[in-house]
């Protein structure tokens, strides 16, 4: 019997996390023996701005807006993310997180007209594309001067997902329905952080990873500080 699309998307992301996982272990074996004075823990937060890619709210093509109701979406977001990690020296570290994903979602609204002459809005549907996301990562960072450093990361993220979006059955009312997915993709990143002080630093990220078939692209500013 030939695999369903679902099974093999399961073992490809089967073998993504065994990879990852086996990868960050032998980084965690070589260097555990490591004596560096440069060696820490520490923790912090993030604020992402996120875009995603191809997100389609519309699951059937018949679906028409016609004034005056009114369709808006939006494919861009902020989100968050708390982390905490441990520096093997000044060029290797690991690191694990949990992010809210921004959420991108759509509105179908229609402006009334109520009888003492005033206008209000009433929502007709609505929905969005939410994300929970853990991740672990490896991060390799490099000192350009003594407080200027510039680091490039690699990873991988489980992610669970809830996509709504309109659908035009066949007697042509419309209605939102809500797709949950969960699937684990690999995570990439460079970035460039600055040290404000002995125990705090601040660092600008570019990374990509995907979530349910969807490419997103974050631009995350993050504060880390020492335990």
Not at 72 to 96: H, Q
Not at 156 to 177: C, F, P, Q, R, T
Not at 195 to 209: N, P, Q, V, W, Y
């Amino acid at each position: 019997m030939p695999l369903q699309k679902s099974q093999l998307k399961g073992r490809g992301s089967l073998k993504l996390l065994i990879g990852v996982i086996l990868g960050v272990c032998s980084l965690i074996s070589n260097l555990a023996t490591a004596n560096e004075k440069n060696s820490f823990s520490y923790f912090g937060v993030a604020i992402q701005k996120s875009s995603f890619d191809d997100i389609q709210f519309q699951s059937t093509p018949e679906v028409i807006i016609i004034d005056p109701i009114k369709y808006k979406e939006s494919t861009s977001g902020v989100g968050a993310r708390i982390f905490t990690g441990f520096n093997f020296n000044e060029f290797i570290g690991i690191e694990a997180g949990l992010s809210q994903f921004a959420k991108p979602n759509f509105t179908v609204t229609e402006k009334i007209t109520n009888t003492d002459k005033t206008t209000s809005t009433k929502t007709h549907h609505k929905g969005d594309f939410s994300t929970l996301g853990m991740d672990i990562r490896a991060i390799g960072s490099y000192s350009l001067t003594d407080d200027v450093f510039i680091r490039a990361q690699v990873g991988a993220v489980g992610w669970d997902n809830k996509h709504a979006s309109l659908n035009m059955a066949e007697d042509k009312k419309v209605s939102v329905i809500e797709v949950k997915d969960r699937g684990i993709s690999l995570l990439t990143g460079l970035g460039i952080g600055y040290g404000l002080s002995k125990g705090m630093a601040i660092t600008l990220d570019f990374e990509r990873t995907e979530v349910a078939e969807i490419s997103v692209k974050t631009l995350s500013l993050g504060f880390s500080f020492k335990l």
